[in-house]
């Protein structure tokens, strides 16, 4: 049999990890019957309904909670309806201003005990950031490793995966698509901590730990709260133009999903060997 070379033309996510900044505007997309992304192509966050309101994992950055609240009412949501905000991690652009929804509307907040802690020291911070980039905001709960939060109908497993923060936490949760029930992965720090071994180590384990817990659960999606590590930003424009008929392109087997993650794991390795 020939051999065939990758029809792939060779994109790294070592030039992905560089392309930063808040990026353009995604229009608010429904792309499971229960999960509508916000958010723009550098950093988003996920509104996932219940039959007692909705969940919100992370909240964007600390400007974009008014923009958040109107994509929400743009989705079809009322904000009033949010019942609580899941915190991946102790980065400003991802807890953003979740206080403005409890203020607003009563939402509880939820992160790990850890990161509520790390995300208020200014150790947290990347260099030159100002101070008011520190979580402002107190915390309603933790969410602890093994722990299923639960709001009416859904249910979200926290995974404890530190290295890109002490506290980092990853979730597993089901969606459904036209009915068709599947289950969703969502981790919680991306990029590897240069230059910190141990953070590094952490975060090659963390890989690991997770993989061996959403394949128990037998998991099929992959999101994530940067769209540009994931190409979102285009599978959700086609999901928003999707004819009948054509699948969800954010389903995939459990063998490409651990194959996905396998990519995170590499740039920790990669970057660990560049020590």
């Not at 997309?29 to 309904?49: A, M, Q, R």
């Not at 923060?165 to 698509?177: A, K, N």
């Amino acid at each position: 049999m020939a051999e065939f070379r990758s029809w792939r033309p060779g994109r790294p996510h070592a030039e992905n990890r560089v392309r930063m900044g808040q990026g353009e505007n995604i229009p608010p997309t429904k792309f499971f019957d229960n999960l509508t992304f916000i958010g723009s192509t550098y950093v988003g966050c996920f509104l996932v309904e219940t039959s007692e309101g909705y969940v919100m994992l992370d909240n964007m950055c600390n400007k974009d909670a008014q923009y958040i609240e109107q994509s929400m009412i743009e989705a079809g949501a009322d904000p009033a309806d949010l019942k609580a905000i899941l915190i991946t991690h102790g980065h400003m652009d991802h807890f953003g201003n979740a206080g403005y929804f409890r203020e607003k509307y009563g939402t509880k907040i939820y992160m790990s005990e850890i990161d509520a802690a790390w995300s208020k020291n200014p150790v947290s911070l990347p260099p030159n950031a100002p101070l008011s980039d520190l979580r402002q905001f107190d915390i309603d709960g933790y969410i602890s490793d093994g722990e299923i939060f639960r709001l009416g109908n859904m249910w979200f497993e926290c995974v404890w995966t530190p290295g890109h923060t002490p506290g980092c936490m990853s979730f597993i949760f089901p969606v459904w698509d036209e009915g068709r029930a599947h289950i969703a992965t969502l981790w919680g720090g991306t990029g590897p901590v240069k230059g910190d071994r141990k953070a590094l180590e952490d975060h090659i384990q963390s890989s690991y730990k997770f993989t061996e817990a959403f394949t128990a659960r037998g998991a099929d999606v992959a999101i994530s709260t940067h769209p540009f590590v994931d190409n979102a930003a285009e599978r959700l424009a086609l999901c928003r133009r999707l004819a009948d008929g054509v699948p969800n392109p954010f389903v995939m087997s459990p063998d490409a999903l651990c194959r996905f993650q396998a990519m995170y794991t590499q740039i920790y390795k990669d970057e660990l060997a560049a020590l």
